[in-house]
C-alpha cells in the first residue's frame, strides 16, 4: 500500500516537473537598416525560471556574437487589456549592424527543469538597403 502512495506521488512529481519544462516555440524577426528585433515564442516553464540568449552572425562568418539579453515576458494582460498574443516570449534587438546585410540569429534556452524539444534555434534575415530598386 505505501508502495502505491509512493508510485502516486512519483507520478505527480513528473507532471509538475513537466509542466516546468521550457518547449520553444517560433522564431520571429524583424530587420530596420541597422537593427534586428527578435521575438522567440514559448510554452510551458509554469515556475517561470527559463532564461534566453540570443547570438548572431553575419552570414558566411564562423564566429557568433552574443546580442543584448532579451527580456523574457509572460503577461497575458497589461494595464487590464489583452497581451495573450505578445505574451510568453523573449524579445530583444540586434543594434549596430550593416544595412543591405545578411545574418544568421540563434536563440538558445535554457530551463534548470529541463528543455523539450531542441533548445536552440537558428533563423536568418537581412537589414534593409539605403538604396532602394530603381
Do not use: H, K
Amino acid at each position: 500500500m505505501m508502495v502505491l502512495a509512493g508510485l502516486g506521488c512519483l507520478a505527480l512529481s513528473a507532471s509538475a516537473f513537466a509542466a516546468n519544462q521550457t518547449t520553444p516555440g517560433a522564431v520571429t524577426l524583424s530587420s530596420t537598416f541597422e537593427c534586428i528585433s527578435v521575438r522567440a515564442a514559448f510554452s510551458g516553464d509554469d515556475n517561470a525560471n527559463n532564461s534566453a540568449g540570443i547570438q548572431f552572425r553575419r552570414a558566411g562568418t564562423t564566429t557568433w556574437l552574443n546580442a543584448y539579453t532579451p527580456a523574457i515576458d509572460r503577461r497575458t494582460s497589461v494595464n487590464g487589456n489583452d497581451n495573450s498574443a505578445n505574451a510568453f516570449q523573449a524579445r530583444g534587438s540586434i543594434v549596430g549592424l550593416t544595412p543591405n546585410a545578411s545574418y544568421e540569429i540563434q536563440v538558445t534556452w535554457t530551463d534548470a527543469d529541463g528543455i523539450t524539444g531542441s533548445a536552440a534555434s537558428t533563423a536568418s534575415v537581412s537589414t534593409l538597403s539605403y538604396n532602394p530598386p530603381a
